[in-house]
């Protein structure tokens, strides 16, 4: 986009003068870089006239937060800007989605160097307030949002039938039932509703999920891996299309 008045940079380029008002902005997020989040979109807005740019996040120096982004004054100066930053998980030949997204609006400096900052939170809906959400965003994935006793009571009202494996106590940590990471002597052929799962398959509430013991168990980033359930479900639930954006409503899950 075309730029006036004032720009995004890292360092300052040409049309910039080393004592011009300057707006630091610092930002940060929850969101592991690069496990959860690998690119930054920023968007300024300047009395009303808007500019982009977006960062690869995973290689120093932007492999950690705050990541610090410098708003330098190029030619007049604005007196009101509006600073949005999105974080996204982005894969080759497949649509980015979007992880965390926040904003700010303040005053530019008039002169000299000012500091401002920017917590972007996790893009996740957490509609039954149990600290599980939907979105790809969130920290742990809730496989019913409408009902505050799941996941933590039950998983999605049923208990988890595990297919011959060890199954572990409360406290004692996640259920190791056969998962393709440490199995552990589980059997193939669990009945499942209308199915049959696999040896590295858990029945969930009359459906095969995938059994995991952590998120590289899941490695396709619609699922998450719950460690308290030992299987992979699906971070964004969905019934069509229109609920997934740029991406494919697929057996109720919005997946690439």
């Excluded at 988890?160 to 990471?181: N, Y």
């Excluded at 459906?207 to 899941?218: E, K, L, P, T």
Aim: proline share 8%; glycine share 10%.
């Amino acid at each position: 986009m075309r730029r006036t008045g004032v720009i995004v940079a890292v360092v300052c380029i040409a049309g910039c003068q080393t004592d011009s008002p300057t707006l630091l902005i610092d930002i940060s997020s929850e969101l592991q870089i690069p496990d959860e989040t690998n690119n930054l979109v920023v968007r300024l807005e300047a009395d009303g006239t808007p500019s982009e740019d977006a960062y690869a996040l995973g290689t120093a120096p932007r492999d950690k937060w705050p990541q610090t982004l410098p708003v330098v004054a190029e030619t007049t100066l604005p007196k009101r800007v509006r600073f949005t930053g999105e974080l996204r998980v982005t894969t080759a030949g497949q649509p980015s989605v979007v992880v965390g997204y926040g904003e700010v609006s303040l005053d530019f400096p008039q002169e000299g160097l000012a500091r401002a900052s920017l917590a972007i939170p996790r893009a996740c809906t957490d509609a039954d307030d149990d600290g599980y959400g939907v979105g790809f965003g969130c920290a742990e994935a809730d496989c019913d949002d409408d009902d505050p006793r799941a996941p933590d009571e039950y998983f999605c009202g049923a208990g988890p039938v595990r297919d011959g494996g060890v199954v572990v106590g409360r406290d004692a940590g996640p259920p190791r039932d056969a998962g393709p990471a440490r199995p552990d002597g589980g059997v193939m052929g669990t009945p499942c509703g209308s199915d049959v799962c696999g040896d590295d398959e858990m029945c969930v509430n009359n459906a095969c999920f995938r059994s995991c013991v952590d998120q590289s168990d899941c490695p396709e980033f619609h699922l998450q891996c719950s460690t308290r359930y030992g299987v992979c479900f699906c971070r964004l639930p969905c019934r069509d299309s229109s609920t997934c954006g740029p991406i494919e409503c697929v057996d109720g899950c919005c997946q690439f």
